[in-house]
T-cell receptor, first 114, second 113 residues
Framework: DSGVTQTPKHLITATGQRVTLRCSPRSGDLSVYWYQQSLDQGLQFLIQYYNGEERAKGNILERFSAQQFPDLHSELNLSSLELGDSALYFC?????????????FGPGTRLLVL | GENVEQHPSTLSVQEGDSAVIKCTYSDSASNYFPWYKQELGKRPQLIIDIRSNVGEKKDQRIAVTLNKTAKHFSLHITETQPEDSAVYFCAASSGGGADGLTFGKGTHLIIQP
């Protein structure tokens, strides 16, 4: 157990819908990262938040957005869902310092868009 | 942006033999190179990492080497065991405060009994 929690574990929805994925980082970790894992695209970095502020953007679609709240939990919002958004979504967290710190991954949310 | 290439995509070795997985990266600013192991349906778990000020790092049966000039790094697993069977991912991060990882496509390591 990495200490990073994600809910829900599974999500089934329809095209055009909107869903919210939730992540709680390890105690003391200030940075949260979101990744998408699919068979064709592999593991892709979407976005990073540090202590409530957006720090870096990766291959995140405009239909997707995220935020980090004062208690440091984060939510990833996916809207206007398409079949191709079906994937495993991971959240990771790290302490975040000048030295690169280990990113600990949560168990993931499996999203199926029908 | 950063691009990480990983080879081979599948590697089958006899139990007890060594396994080597290789990765190359494109961004010379990258300075952090972790390796993750992922079992089917599970989360990626860090097994070892190396920073650009170090050429080699070892942890029991696992070692990683880094060649900054050639921009490649490798994972070495010795005395492989059945529980080493999994998908292994290399990654790179250029840091500078924004340290999302760029992952390779993964290597499916199969340990033959």
């Amino acid at each position: 157990d990495s200490g990073v929690t994600q809910t829900p574990k599974h999500l089934i929805t329809a095209t055009g819908q909107r869903v919210t994925l939730r992540c709680s980082p390890r105690s003391g970790d200030l940075s949260v990262y979101w990744y998408q894992q699919s068979l064709d695209q592999g593991l892709q970095f979407l976005i990073q938040y540090y202590n409530g502020e957006e720090r870096a953007k990766g291959n995140i679609l405009e239909r997707f957005s995220a935020q980090q709240f004062p208690d440091l939990h984060s939510e990833l919002n996916l809207s206007s869902l398409e079949l191709g958004d079906s994937a495993l979504y991971f959240c990771a967290s790290s302490v975040d310092s000048e030295v690169r710190e280990t990113q600990y991954f949560g168990p993931g949310t499996r999203l199926l868009v029908l | 942006g950063e691009n990480v290439e990983q080879h081979p995509s599948t590697l089958s070795v006899q139990e007890g033999d060594s396994a080597v997985i290789k990765c190359t990266y494109s961004d010379s600013a990258s300075n952090y190179f972790p390796w993750y192991k992922q079992e089917l349906g599970k989360r990626p778990q860090l097994i070892i990492d190396i920073r650009s000020n170090v050429g080699e790092k070892k942890d029991q049966r696992i070692a990683v080497t880094l060649n900054k000039t050639a921009k490649h790094f490798s994972l070495h697993i010795t005395e492989t065991q059945p529980e080493d069977s999994a998908v292994y991912f290399c990654a790179a991060s250029s840091g500078g405060g924004a340290d999302g990882l760029t992952f390779g496509k993964g290597t499916h390591l199969i340990i033959q009994p």
